[in-house]
């Protein structure tokens, strides 16, 4: 018997629930071959002291524990319950956000349109085109226009640039010209574009633009 | 499985709640020894034993009544022990063998060399895989047989005579270079 089947025959014995001391052949390989005799001399150790392994009680209101528990009503909040709820929040931030955003910037209506030639300093009512709701052609409509348009409008209301600028109310620069990279300039071509958007949209729901 | 356990569990599909609290008292015992070897800390072991009678009678409408209850209480047991190991990445593990009343306790009358060496086994089984442990626990502590420890835990007859074989070998490796089996024998 070599090493390898003898530890076979360990297992073979101990899966079958006998015990160690009663195979004469495991005995006599022990004898012969010091490492398998330490191997069997340590299996027998592990073997007592599993049966010595104590347990502690266990509770003895577990029953009532269980059957308690089983009383209260089951709560059962799954992770996809998180993520769909993480989601529908995002979602609701950003259209609300978008919303507010649409709110804020965009007139009650389209805005006139003033083309001033460069022989006239002042513009005159003989300079003036005024665009009516549902007539006006898309083409004439650039972002460049309505960033204009912006500036003329911050211009005429006190207050607003305050905070986006850092200008005081009172410092009376309401008037002067936007910085060419400022914040303000930033968000008014961000919001000239969500207004030409907005303004495309409408005029593909009212048809095809006159010409 | 006996008629007893066969009526027990026909009461306890119809709300009997008393038929419930003796079937956990029934396997209280086996689920607790289970829970608490493979765990190694009195509580959690009690809050795994609960959480497993909890599943067990929820579940109980599932249970195919031609299987031997015991292997499939213990299947439920070691899950839940399974659980309660990978949340503990999360924390520390509690030593064990410090005596202070809630973790491992080594309150036993052993004398000093039994004692030790009960603890090497313990140091012994944490050092194994967790299916290593299992399998080793059911065949040895739980006296299941390898047939009942494959229906327990899903998986072949041979394989879990691998994981019991392998677990003995590791365990009396670690008992061999802890130099155990010299002092116990002087």
Redesign the interface.
């Known amino acids: 018997m070599n090493c390898r089947e003898w530890?076979a025959r360990i297992?073979e014995v101990?899966?079958n629930r006998g015990s160690l001391d009663g195979d004469p052949e495991l005995a006599r390989h022990a004898r012969e071959c010091a490492i398998c005799a330490?191997?069997l001399?340590?299996?027998r150790?592990?073997?007592?002291?599993?049966a010595?392994?104590?347990?502690?009680p266990?509770?003895p209101q577990?029953?009532?524990?269980?059957?308690r528990?089983?009383r209260t009503p089951?709560r059962r909040v799954s992770v996809g319950l998180y993520r769909v709820a993480a989601v529908a929040s995002l979602a609701t931030a950003a259209a609300l956000l978008l919303g507010a955003m649409l709110v804020f910037t965009a007139p009650e209506g389209p805005a006139p349109i003033v083309e001033q030639t460069e022989d006239l300093p002042q513009p005159s009512s003989e300079g003036v085109a005024v665009v009516q709701p549902g007539d006006f052609n898309r083409d004439d409509l650039d972002r460049d226009m309505v960033v204009k348009l912006w500036r003329e409008t911050r211009e005429s209301v006190d207050g607003i640039p305050t905070l986006l600028t850092g200008q005081p109310e009172s410092s009376g620069d309401a008037a002067a010209p936007a910085q060419p990279d400022g914040g303000i300039d930033g968000l008014a071509e961000s919001v000239a574009g969500s207004f030409g958007f907005l303004l495309d949209v409408l005029a593909d729901a009212d048809g095809p633009p006159q010409s | 499985m006996s008629e007893d356990v066969r009526e027990l569990i026909d009461r306890c599909l119809a709300g009997d709640?008393v038929a419930?609290?003796e079937l956990?008292?029934l396997y209280?015992?086996h689920v607790?020894?289970l829970c608490?070897?493979m765990l190694g800390h009195?509580q959690d072991?009690?809050d795994a034993?609960?959480e497993t009678?909890?599943r067990v009678?929820?579940a109980l409408r599932t249970y195919d009544r031609d299987r031997d209850f015991r292997p499939w209480l213990l299947a439920i047991a070691g899950n839940r022990c399974r659980s309660h190991i990978s949340s503990r990445y999360r924390r520390p593990r509690p030593r064990r063998l410090t005596g202070d009343g809630d973790e491992m306790?080594?309150?036993?009358p052993?004398p000093a060399g039994?004692r030790e060496?009960?603890e090497?086994?313990?140091l012994?089984l944490d050092q194994l895989r967790e299916e290593y442990r299992q399998a080793f626990l059911l065949f040895?502590?739980q006296q299941l047989s390898?047939a009942e420890i494959g229906e327990a835990l899903g998986c072949p007859v041979g394989t879990v005579?691998t994981w019991?074989?392998r677990a003995?070998?590791e365990?009396?490796?670690w008992?061999?270079r802890r130099g155990?089996?010299e002092e116990?024998?002087r």
């Open positions: 530890e297992n101990l899966d330490g191997l001399a340590s299996t150790e592990l073997l007592a002291g599993v010595l392994l104590d347990v502690p266990c509770d577990m029953a009532d524990r269980v059957i528990e089983l089951e | 709640t419930m609290a956990v008292e209280r015992g607790f020894g608490y070897r009195r072991a009690e034993t609960q009678f909890l009678f929820r306790v080594d309150g036993s052993h039994e060496l009960v090497e086994v313990e012994a040895h502590e390898y005579k019991v074989h003995r070998r365990m009396a490796e008992i061999r155990v089996v116990v024998e």
